[in-house]
């Protein structure tokens, strides 16, 4: 091979990697932003601009269930960390541990748990789909069905 045709596959190699580290670069801050917009409306009790952050087959029962438990009136999060963002090899899905402390009336006692949330690349955009505990569980603690939230 002549050294004029090597040097440019070399170029195109490393511009190829390049791109692909920019985008997994670009995904894992789209990823933290999805995920701080959906604790930080959860923080305070903004529970209907918090389902936006959710796949879209799961935001109606999340909203009814929050009204249903009168959540915006009883449910109340004194704070969120969030402690560990991991993407998934294929860049499609993530895995998010946060800290959660809130307390549901008429309780007076805090709880706090480590939740793992199980994000989902939908159409462009991170959605929750999952999680493991917390006071979401009554809709996000079943196994989602990816199949439910293809387009026609």
Sequence with gaps: ??????????L????????????????SRALKQA???FHHRIRWGDFRSAAEYLVPDRRRPFSEARERGQDERDLSFSDYELEQLTLAEDGLSADVVSRLRWTRLPSLVEKSETVHSHFVLLRGQWLLAEQDKGPFTDVLGAPWD???DKAP
């Design 1 to 10: 091979m002549h050294p004029r045709p090597l040097a440019l596959l070399s």
């Design 146 to 148: 990816p199949g439910a």
């Design 35 to 37: 995920a701080e917009g």
């Design 12 to 27: 195109l190699l490393a511009l190829a990697a390049g791109c692909a580290h920019t985008q997994r670069a670009d995904s």
